[in-house]
């Protein structure tokens, strides 16, 4: 029996024409220059993204625990 996944590394990567779509939808209007390096660069930050698991709240996360009274003495 398998686990169901918990995260998303297993959708196909975004098409360079699925990226100048976000883009556009974000509101960036970049020159054609700096276009062509972000669609380069998307696929390794797109891949990191997917590798978070989905199944947990953000309350379990360690990272998304603030607590000042560590970094202050009271």
């Known amino acids: 029996m398998t686990t169901p996944r918990t995260d998303l590394s297993h959708l196909p990567p975004?098409?360079?024409d699925e990226i100048r779509a976000m883009t556009r939808k974000a509101g960036l209007d970049l020159p054609e220059e700096l276009m062509t390096q972000f669609i380069a660069a998307w696929?390794?930050?797109?891949?990191?993204?997917?590798?978070?698991?989905?199944?947990?709240?953000?309350?379990?996360?360690?990272?998304?625990?603030?607590?000042?009274?560590?970094?202050?003495?009271?």
């Open 14 to 16: 975004a098409t360079p």
């Open 43 to 74: 696929p390794a930050y797109e891949a990191m993204v997917r590798r978070i698991p989905r199944s947990r709240s953000y309350g379990e996360e360690p990272a998304h625990v603030f607590r000042p009274t560590r970094l202050a003495p009271r």
